[in-house]
Structure formats: structure tokens, C-alpha cells
């Protein structure tokens, strides 16, 4: 895994204030970018991560990531890919015009999803409060991606560091989510 | 202050720290490191409970979690928690401690009266006479033993404290932290296997904590401890966890541990959580639970001042408690010959040791002699003497006819007993495994393993200090290999002394006295006693299991840790048969008392479940809106303006949409994108309509079977390419109709090239209903003829709304002309408020979910879920139309060709109108053919909706009536409590059956 994993393209939003900030773990808006949820047969998998510019990750729960495009294995016929917001036609006419009437699904997802990026020391920690995967860095090492639960929502993880994970739940899910991170890690403060 | 019976030197308390705590009131002193239970012993107090069935006065019998009799209340935050046990309540400065079960004192209490009325009460008791006269049970007897029962009050308030939860993955989960316990997790966390070892006492060393007489690597136990626990400290992959029990062992290595985290501190951070659950997942587990000891089963065996006598070794040598000034030693084994020797070497009389076997162990008599405690061997305790602590014991001489003569009696203010040990074999019950009888060790010990664990220790039937070092690294290693094919060597440490003890006893002791008049405890916290145990068997019981549930033996909060043996032995006696025949129970989870908080957890308050929003939500409440829950979801209910009531606001809207223009939140229903060439294809196999021939740029309401043929899902679909819909659905089926699909696809069609994916949250969706829709929605769309012509109803267009890029739909679930707007869920507050501004300008209105109930019911557009109920088919609904007739296929076609489906009498959907246009009817009620049918005549059907039309000014109502499509203009009935309501069947189609409206 590169250094810039991500980095370019999962980013805080300036706009907003962080959701927490803790010595130990804090929690960032992620800025607006471009999803889709990608679908093909693996016939096709290889043109389409040409299209995008980037392999599409055959190898389950791993990601791949290049400057401004990132895709992420969400199973074996599906993927999610990232860009940058103003990127989105691009996606859309460079798979158009790659894979032509090679059956696949391409939609945009962009605004489905919510992030937030949660990083510091106790990160895996505070994801551990309401998630069963074992998030060690042997289990789950950096580029790890998976749909899991947390607590009773819906969420993606995905480990971008050794201490930051992206945190993505669907928009009507995030105050729920977001609002039990915060209140999870508030036995961090205590002495 | 005095604390009479505290040691001057020793233990492990800190006796510079002074803590105040009260027991019923009475201030009384320890010091930090005490137990509620220590504490109170040191000032004296064994009288802590009344017991439970025969509120006899009980001290404290353990030093540990299996404690049965100390069960206090604790007031914290002005709440009180019921049913802690004084032995694991650790002493913190202003501790508010209660005693439960006497009323209304502890040394005065009426329901002490039970105790001479105990002939009354035998095993069964309840069975027996509650029977009958049998309507009593309901009025007198149900209410009387509810109220009389159950220990400790509840609390009044809500919860004050946070609970935690963590999810834990290991290598090496370790339960219980005694020699064997800590040595397992040295030799396993040497191997950098990841450890977790837990322990549910506040410190780390179980039985090393109180063993003085003993060394290892030639020092003090308790220094070894503290130097393992300083080694495992100081390593990354080892998580030490104390005030942590192990209570749950599930399937697949999950086992759940309780945390409490801040319930020994007087004034714990409020951030801090007072528990946390723990949710591991290990790879290997070492059960290192240790034993217990069993009280012997003696008359009179329940005195305060009576206690196990390694509880009483642990009181002097780990909390620095003397339990009497003069203490008498009754054993049938060696170990607690030790407890003997130590009291006396910290200056308490020992007034005897008295033992059951005729020939004990002559280095042991030998100390005794040295030490001047007079040694009875061959002796049993037949009795004892003393209400609120024991003053004497009365003795008695085993005879070689079995028969025991009086030996006497002999005044102490303490009594230590010890029937031998029991290995803690519950979390491996759990865990599946059965239990072997091993005669050696007279004990059930751990079998063949079920799950990835192993039982080490006493736990495992082993004792003696060197083995159980021994057999705990050999633990920690194996289990280490076996998580990660790792070892290390590890220099094990060598001890001397500790050496395993032998003896023990099981069942009830001989006694020279009238049987049928004493009571021997087998089950101190449920109040049997040998006795009962005898008449349950006399009364036909056989197996353990009944024997259990009769007398409930058993069945208190340790599940017979204390008492399963000594009952067993009894039972076995009784039925003439050998022990192992008799079975022994099964223990479950949890392994002590777990709080309700702790599994409750972050589920409370707005967080108990998802509550999901959409981007109109702010403006909603800004606007006084009130919401109803829709699954999850929060929707807009109405919009009460000027004082309104429900009624106005809702009639209002309605007349405002038919009138002028509405504005609805629609974001909540389900969305699914539908794409792939095969995409037609595999909606004509799902839904009942035809889609082939869809065009792009058009929409078509889709009905959803299941395979039974009952109506499941319904929604307006759109065909925005050739290989691309926008499916919807309704708010409460999106996932299931999701992952319904998905299950077709997966299983019955793979083949098929298409995929679906789920937008409903991609997009926020506004609906424009109403005359004036269009004009209200024109200035913001660009890109696009809006005009009837070019955009006729049920049509769909990619558009753009104020510049961003939209989905627009002319639809319509009123009746009147209609668009639904879909953009991305970022832009929907930005849409709504621009819509919700221009409405204004139209005298529009926004309207809730209750309007939109109102307005469809008058258009006849049935809701899934309240117009059908699982049983409906689409003919039951008036909705063969949707059905596409010459296709091969679709779900539920076959089930629609079931004879009972297409039968006579099946129950259809109709309208009804009452008589009186004012009546409205109640959902719900039942609809019958005769006005005043006989009792029990079966209903014709029942009202699915109900509601004021204002748009006909007068009440209507949905349906489902037998036959009902053949009933148009018959009258029927709908009974209520007040008289029968005359109501006439109609079509389903109240306001604009042409549709003239929809169509401008």
C-alpha cells in the first residue's frame, strides 16, 4: 500500500467543524466526492480498472488506490469506485466507452453515503465499541475494506492508516453512527 | 476506630486509608482494599440477611461471588442497586449499604415467623396448596406470594449510568487469575500470542492472595503475583482485565465478559461507563476458575458466624479479619486445618478442630498439638446453638454402628467449616462439555472438550500449589501453540509448600438429633434443606432435574455451586442408586448475576434504534410539523397551523391539494436502480406487470407477489433507458424487496445480466400534487418540456432543478396532476425549501403522511400492509389489471393457480359508505352481514382504513369483505359497542373515478 492511499481523495471537509477532537482519536466530516457502485462479470473487471485508471481489486476486502481514484472489493461482482466530485461524467464515459455493451452496472452513489474519517491511537478502539471485526493490523492491515454492522447500522469500513479508518454509512444512518462514536469515546476524556 | 476483630498486622488493606461506610444506617469503619464483606467482619457484624423463604438471620458464608446469604443493596446517586454480594463489594469511602429481607428491621423481622411455621412449608409447598379453590389463583394466591417474593427492592429510577461494550479478539483467553490462571498467561503471553486474562475479583492472584504458609521462587505468594501481574503489564499483547467475570461461553469461542469498571470507586468520572461488556472472540480459552468449598451439611448450619474455612483464611490473611475471637474448626478435610493454624498464629482462640475422618493426617495433629488446639477426630457437628451469631456447637462421636453419640457442646463466636472442594467446572458447562466423575478427586471435573478450550488447576480437579503452577504453563503453552503454532520456554517457578490436601465429605452429616425437627442447609440462598431434598425423593422424584425444580435446590444465583454436590449425595442416598446415576445439572450462562444495563447497553434513549431523517426534517420541525415512525424512519405526520387540531390540519391539506397545490417529503421510499440489458427481462420475472414494452421516458405501477401469490410490495417504476429502472417501493419494504430480489438473482437467475442497487439514499424526493403543480415546479426545472403533451402522466425525465441534476417523475398518489423530484440527498434541503417557498406564492401547503393517507384512500390506491395483510391476492384487490396475462411467468403466478385462490368467498377489497356520512368507522372493526349477529358469529371482513374525505365531504372506508366484490350497493354492518353501524358497499374508487384530473 502507498503512502498517499486515499489521501488525496478521502479528505476532511474544511467546511466543518470536527465531529471530535480527542488526543487520542478524532472524528472528520469527509468532503464531498464521487461514488459509484460498479457491477460486472469478471470477464470484463480488467478493461473496466483500465477505464477508471486503476485495477479493480480481485483479492476480497482490499482496495486499490492512484492519485484521484481509489476502488474498493465490496464482493465478487461489485466494487465501489472513488473519485473526485467533478470527476463523475468522466467515470461515467470512460467505462461507457471502454466496456461499450459489455453487460455491467454502473450508478451513482455518490450522495448515498456519508464519511467520516476516524483517526488517532484509539481509533480501532472506538470502531471496536459498536464493530465485531477484529481490527488489529494483522486481521485488517492498512487497505482493508469491508461492509460490516456497527452497533445496529449499516456501515463501510475502511482502514486508510495504521491509526485512520474511513467510516461511510449510508446519509440517513450517519446521526445515528456518528452520534454513538461521539458518545462512545467520551470515556476517553475521563482521567 | 475500633474494628474489633481486625488483625494488627497483615493482609493486604491499606491501613493508613480509612474509609466511613454505613450498613442499615450504622457508620462503621475499614480500610481501602476491604470488601463490603471484610469490612463488616471486622467490626464485627456477621449478621448481614434474612433468608429467603424462612427469613432466618444469615452471615456471611464465602469470601467470593458463589457468596449466597450476604446479598445487600447499595445506594448510589439516590438508587439503589438490590442483590449485590458483599463479598465483591469493594469498600469505597461513603458506601450506603442495606440489608434486604427483614422488615422492619434486620434484627427484628415478622417474616421470621415463617421459620416456626416451616412444618407448612415442605418441598412443594406451593404446588401443593395453591391448587385449589382455582379461581383463587388469579385474586388471592398470585398477588400474596408475588408480593412476598423475590430479594431487594427495584430500583425506582431510570438507569443514571452509560454501559460500554467492546468487541475483543485473542489468541489466549484466560478465566481466572489463581496460580494456575496467572501461569498460563505468562507461558502464553511469552509466545507473543495476544492474552486477554480476566479475573472477577479486584485483584489478580485468586487463592495466592491469601496463602501465607506457602512460597514461590522462595518468596511470599503474593509477591510472586505481584511480579507476574508487573510481567504481563509491561507486554503489548497482553490485556489484563480484573473486576471482569466471564459469565457467558457461546458457540464458536465467543465468550462474554462483564467489566466493572467504575462501581468500586466513591466518585467515578460520570464519562467513564460503570460497566462494560466485553464480546471476545478467542482462539483458545484456559478455563482457570479454580474450586470452592462446600459447606458441610450439619443442623443448624446457617448461624451467622458460620463460614467456609478457607473464606475465613481468606478474611484473616487477605483483608486482615479475624471471624471470632473463639473459633471452632469442623472439617473432613486438610486444607482447613491451615485456616486453623493461621488464626491461632494471629492470636484467635481456636477452640478445636473437629474431624470427621477418625484418622487425620498426624503432621496435622501434630501442629495442632504444637500450636495447644484441641483436635477431635471422628466428630461431626450435630448441631449449634445462637439466633443472630453462633454462640456453641454441639458435638457428636462417630460410631462403629454408624450411630452418633452426643459429644458435648463447645461455645465459639465463629464457626469454619469445610466439606471438601468443588472444581468451578461452569464456564466449561457452557462451553458444552459434559462432566466426568472423578473418584479420586470425589468431584465432577471437566470431560472430553466440545469448544477450543481447556480447563487447568483446581478447576480441573487438581490441586497443590507446585502442580497447579505446573499445569497452568502447561495450559498457557498448549493453548498458545494451538491459537498460533508458537512456543517459548518459559522458567517455571518453584515453590514450596501449599501441597494438596487430602479428605472431604459429600451430603448430609450423621446426627443424633430428632430429623424431623432440624434444619440442615443444602441451599442456603433458596432455604432447602436436606429434609426437603429426602421428601422430594419419598414424593416420586427421581431425577436431579425434578428434584431441582421441586425444591429448587440449585436453582439461587450460584446454580448449586455451593450446594449441587452435597444435594446430589443426598438424592443419590435416598434413591439408593450411585451418584453418577443421578445426574448433575447443567450450569448456564450467565455465570454470576448479570446487570440489565450491561446488555442493554448504548440501546437507550435516542439511541435504541437508528432513527433515520430526511433533508426536509429541519424545516419540518421549524414548522411545528409532527412526525409519525415509519419503521425507522421519522415522516412528517401534519402540519398544524394556528392552534389546529389533527382533524383541521389534516382536512386542511387535503383541501389544499385538491384546491391548489401540496408539497410531500417522499424521500423515504424505497429506490432501486435496476440495470443491465437483462434488466426488462428480470422485472417482467418479478413484478406482475409486463415491462418489456415500457418505453424509456415512462412509468408503471409495479405489484410484487410473493411465491404464494399474496400481494408484498408495490411502486411506481420507471424506465429510464433501455437498460436502466428506477424501481420503488414502499418506505417499510425497501430492504426486504431488496434483498428479495437479490435472492432471486443470486439463486434463481444467475444468469440473467443485471444488477440492482439500492439509491434510496442517494436521492431526497419531493412531490408536487395538486392543480397547480406544474406552474409551481416550472421556474426551477430547466432542461426539459414540461407540458402535458411532451410530458404526459406517469412519465420520467432526467432534468435539472435549480441547476443540479434531477430525476423528474410525473406521477401522482393523489388523484391529482403530480411530479415527484429526485436529487441527491445533499441538495434535498435546498430543493424542499425552494419548493416549500413557492407553494406559498400558489396558497399551497406542505402536508404529512396522514393527508397523503386521506387523499389516496378517496383515489382508491390501496397501502401494502394496511389494505392487504399477507393474504391478499391482486384479483382479492380489484387489481387484475396489473396483471401482464400473457406472460410465461412471474413471481407468485403459480401460486395464484392455487384452488383456494381462486376459490369463492375469499375476502375483497370494497369501499364502504355509512349511512350516516358523519360516522366514522374504527380501522379495525369487524364488518357482519346481520345487524345483531349471535355471539361468535364470524365476521364478514373488517375496515382497513377509515378517514373524513373532505373532498366529498363525508366519511369513507377500505374494506376487506367476504364476496365483497359481489356486495356493491348490498348493505352490511359494522358492530360497535354503542350499536351496529349501517354501511353500504361501494367501489374503491371515491373522487374523480375518470380520472379526469390526473391527466391535465
Known amino acids: 500500500m502507498s503512502d498517499l492511499l486515499a489521501s488525496d481523495l478521502v479528505t476532511p471537509d474544511a467546511g466543518e467543524a470536527p465531529l471530535l477532537g480527542l488526543a487520542s482519536v478524532s472524528i472528520l466530516k469527509v468532503a464531498p466526492l464521487t461514488r459509484f457502485s460498479f457491477r460486472a462479470r469478471t470477464a470484463s473487471v480488467k478493461k473496466a480498472g483500465a477505464a477508471v485508471g486503476i485495477p479493480l481489486p480481485i483479492k476480497p476486502l482490499t482496495s486499490e488506490t492512484a492519485t484521484k481514484r481509489a476502488a474498493l472489493w465490496m464482493g465478487p461482482d461489485e466494487w465501489t469506485l472513488l473519485a473526485p466530485e467533478e470527476d463523475l461524467q468522466a467515470v461515467v464515459t470512460g467505462i461507457g466507452s471502454k466496456l461499450g455493451s459489455e453487460p455491467h452496472a454502473l450508478v451513482d452513489v455518490s450522495d448515498r453515503s456519508e464519511a467520516v474519517i476516524v483517526t488517532g491511537e484509539k481509533a480501532a478502539w472506538l470502531l471496536n465499541t459498536g464493530i465485531f471485526v477484529d481490527l488489529s493490523q494483522e486481521a485488517f492491515p492498512v487497505g482493508t475494506v469491508t461492509r460490516t454492522v456497527f452497533h445496529k447500522a449499516p456501515v463501510m469500513i475502511w482502514r486508510i492508516g495504521p491509526d485512520a479508518f474511513v467510516v461511510e454509512a449510508w446519509g440517513s444512518f450517519m446521526d445515528y453512527v456518528a452520534g454513538l462514536l461521539i458518545q462512545c469515546a467520551q470515556e476517553l476524556e475521563a482521567a | ?1000
Not at chain 2, 246 to 263: D, I, K, P, S
Request: charged fraction near 25%.
Open chain 2, 1 to 1000: 476506630m475500633s474494628q474489633p476483630f481486625r488483625t494488627e498486622k497483615g493482609g493486604r488493606i491499606d491501613r493508613a486509608e480509612e474509609l466511613t461506610f454505613t450498613f442499615d444506617g450504622e457508620e462503621l469503619h475499614g480500610h481501602a482494599g476491604d470488601t463490603l464483606a471484610s469490612a463488616l467482619l471486622a467490626n464485627g457484624v456477621h449478621l448481614v440477611g434474612r433468608s429467603f423463604k424462612y427469613h432466618r438471620p444469615r452471615g456471611i458464608l464465602t469470601a467470593g461471588s458463589e457468596e449466597p446469604n450476604a446479598l445487600v443493596g447499595v445506594y448510589r446517586k439516590s438508587d439503589q442497586t438490590p442483590n449485590l454480594r458483599a463479598t465483591q463489594v469493594e469498600l469505597y469511602d461513603g458506601l450506603q449499604a442495606i440489608s434486604q429481607n427483614r422488615f422492619p428491621s434486620l434484627g427484628f423481622d415478622v417474616g421470621a415467623v415463617n421459620d416456626l411455621l416451616s412444618p407448612l412449608f415442605p418441598a412443594g409447598f406451593y404446588y401443593k396448596t395453591f391448587m385449589w379453590p382455582k379461581s383463587f389463583w388469579d385474586r388471592v394466591y398470585e398477588p400474596i406470594i408475588r408480593a412476598a417474593a423475590g430479594l431487594g427492592k427495584p430500583p425506582k429510577n431510570p438507569d443514571h449510568d452509560t454501559y460500554g461494550n467492546l468487541y475483543a479478539h485473542c489468541d489466549v483467553l484466560i478465566a481466572g487469575s489463581g496460580p494456575s490462571g496467572l501461569a498460563a498467561a505468562l507461558a502464553a503471553a511469552e509466545t507473543g500470542a495476544k492474552v486477554i486474562l480476566c479475573d472477577e475479583q479486584a485483584e489478580f492472584g485468586g487463592s495466592l492472595l491469601s496463602e501465607t504458609s506457602a512460597t514461590i521462587d522462595g518468596k511470599d505468594p503474593a509477591v510472586w503475583v505481584a511480579y507476574a501481574v508487573a510481567r504481563l503489564g509491561a507486554m503489548d499483547n497482553v490485556t489484563l482485565l480484573p473486576r471482569t467475570t466471564a459469565f457467558g461461553y457461546f458457540a464458536h469461542n465467543f465468550v462474554a465478559l462483564a467489566e466493572r469498571v467504575t462501581e468500586h470507586l466513591a466518585d467515578p468520572d460520570p464519562r467513564l461507563p460503570r460497566e462494560r461488556l466485553w464480546q471476545v472472540r478467542a482462539k483458545e480459552v484456559v478455563i482457570a476458575a479454580g474450586a470452592i468449598e462446600r459447606p458441610m451439611v450439619f443442623p443448624e448450619n446457617d448461624r451467622p458466624g458460620i463460614l467456609l474455612a478457607d473464606a475465613g483464611r481468606t478474611y484473616l490473611n487477605r483483608y486482615g479479619v479475624k471471624v471470632g475471637h473463639k473459633v471452632l474448626v469442623a472439617t473432613a478435610c486438610d486444607t482447613a486445618w491451615q485456616a486453623a493454624f493461621d488464626l491461632a498464629d494471629h492470636g484467635a482462640e481456636v477452640v478445636g478442630i473437629i474431624d470427621l475422618r477418625e484418622s487425620p493426617p498426624e503432621s496435622l495433629v501434630a501442629i495442632a498439638a504444637a500450636r495447644g488446639i484441641r483436635v477431635e477426630a471422628g466428630c461431626v457437628v450435630t448441631g449449634t446453638l445462637g439466633r443472630k451469631r453462633v454462640k456453641a456447637a454441639l458435638l457428636g462421636r462417630l460410631m462403629t454402628s454408624g450411630q452418633v453419640a452426643s459429644g458435648g457442646q463447645i461455645e465459639c463466636d465463629a464457626l469454619l467449616m469445610s466439606g471438601g472442594w468443588t472444581p468451578t467446572v461452569s464456564l466449561f458447562s457452557q462451553s458444552r462439555g459434559k462432566v466426568v466423575w472423578d473418584a479420586e478427586a470425589g468431584a465432577f471435573v471437566p470431560g472430553k472438550s466440545v469448544q477450543k478450550e481447556r480447563s487447568t488447576g483446581a478447576a480441573n480437579g487438581l490441586y497443590g500449589l507446585e502442580a497447579s503452577l505446573a499445569d497452568g504453563y502447561a495450559a498457557g503453552e498448549g493453548a498458545a501453540r494451538a491459537a498460533t503454532g508458537k512456543s517459548a520456554a518459559i522458567a517455571h517457578s518453584r515453590t514450596s509448600g501449599g501441597e494438596a490436601g487430602s479428605g472431604g465429605t459429600l451430603g448430609a452429616l450423621p446426627h443424633d438429633r430428632n430429623a424431623s425437627r432440624v434444619k440442615a442447609f443444602v441451599d442456603y440462598q433458596n432455604d432447602v434443606t436436606a429434609k426437603d431434598v429426602k421428601l422430594a425423593v419419598r414424593e416420586g422424584m427421581q431425577s436431579i432435574e425434578h428434584i431441582k425444580r421441586y425444591t429448587t435446590t440449585g436453582m439461587a444465583t450460584d446454580q448449586g455451586r455451593l450446594s449441587n454436590m452435597n444435594a446430589l449425595q443426598i438424592a443419590s442416598g435416598a434413591l439408593e442408586k450411585p451418584l453418577t446415576d443421578v445426574g448433575l445439572t447443567t450450569f448456564r450462562q450467565p455465570f454470576t448475576p448479570t446487570t440489565f444495563g450491561l446488555f442493554a447497553g448504548i440501546s437507550r434513549g435516542d439511541f435504541f434504534d437508528p432513527v433515520r431523517k430526511t433533508p426536509s426534517h429541519d424545516w419540518a420541525v421549524a414548522k411545528g410539523g409532527l412526525f409519525e415512525d415509519v419503521g425507522q424512519w421519522k415522516r412528517a405526520w401534519y402540519f398544524p397551523e394556528n392552534g389546529e387540531d389533527m382533524h383541521a390540519a389534516v382536512e386542511r391539506e387535503c383541501r389544499t391539494v385538491r384546491k391548489s397545490v401540496g408539497l410531500f417529503d417522499a424521500s423515504t421510499l424505497g429506490k432501486i436502480e435496476v440495470v443491465g440489458p437483462d434488466a426488462a427481462e428480470f422485472l417482467e420475472r418479478m413484478y406482475t406487470n409486463p415491462w418489456k414494452k415500457l418505453a424509456p421516458g415512462r412509468c408503471r405501477y409495479g405489484l410484487l407477489l410473493n411465491d404464494a401469490g399474496y400481494i408484498t410490495d408495490d411502486g411506481v417504476i420507471g424506465r429510464l433507458a433501455d437498460d436502466r429502472f428506477h424501481v420503488t417501493t414502499t418506505t417499510g419494504g425497501a430492504a426486504s424487496v431488496f434483498a428479495t430480489m437479490e435472492d432471486y438473482l443470486q439463486t434463481e437467475w444467475p444468469d440473467l445480466d443485471v444488477w440492482i442497487t439500492s439509491t434510496t439514499d442517494q436521492y431526497a424526493v419531493a412531490a408536487v400534487q395538486g392543480p397547480k403543480a406544474r406552474e409551481v415546479i416550472a421556474p426551477f426545472i430547466e432542461g426539459i418540456d414540461l407540458s402535458a403533451e411532451a410530458l404526459p402522466h406517469m412519465s420520467v425525465r432526467e432534468a435539472t432543478f435549480c441547476g443540479v441534476p434531477c430525476r423528474l417523475f410525473r406521477i401522482s398518489f393523489t388523484g391529482e396532476l403530480g411530479f415527484e423530484i429526485n436529487v441527491s440527498r445533499r441538495h434535498g434541503k435546498m430543493m424542499w425549501e425552494t419548493l416549500a417557498g413557492e407553494i406559498e406564492k400558489h396558497g399551497g401547503a406542505a402536508y404529512g403522511t396522514e393527508a397523503m393517507h386521506v387523499l389516496r384512500a378517496e383515489k382508491g390506491y390501496i397501502i401494502i400492509g394496511q389494505d392487504t395483510d399477507g393474504t391478499v391476492t391482486p384479483q382479492d384487490a380489484g387489481m387484475t389489471w396489473a396483471i401482464g396475462k400473457k406472460k410465461p411467468d412471474f413471481v407468485g403466478k403459480r401460486g395464484l393457480e392455487r384452488p383456494d385462490l381462486k376459490a369463492e368467498n375469499r375476502k375483497q377489497l370494497v369501499g364502504l359508505l355509512t349511512r350516516d356520512p358523519k360516522i366514522k368507522l374504527e380501522e379495525g372493526a369487524q364488518v357482519t352481514i346481520l345487524e345483531n349477529p349471535a355471539t361468535g358469529t364470524p365476521a364478514e371482513g373488517h375496515v382497513t382504513s377509515s378517514y373524513f374525505s373532505p373532498a366529498l365531504d363525508r366519511t369513507i372506508a377500505l374494506a376487506i369483505v367476504k364476496n365483497g366484490h359481489a356486495l356493491e350497493g348490498k348493505t352490511l354492518y359494522v358492530p360497535m359497542p354503542e350499536g351496529s353501524i349501517p354501511v353500504e358497499v361501494a367501489g374503491t374508487v371515491f373522487y374523480d373515478k375518470e380520472g379526469a384530473r390526473l391527466n391535465v
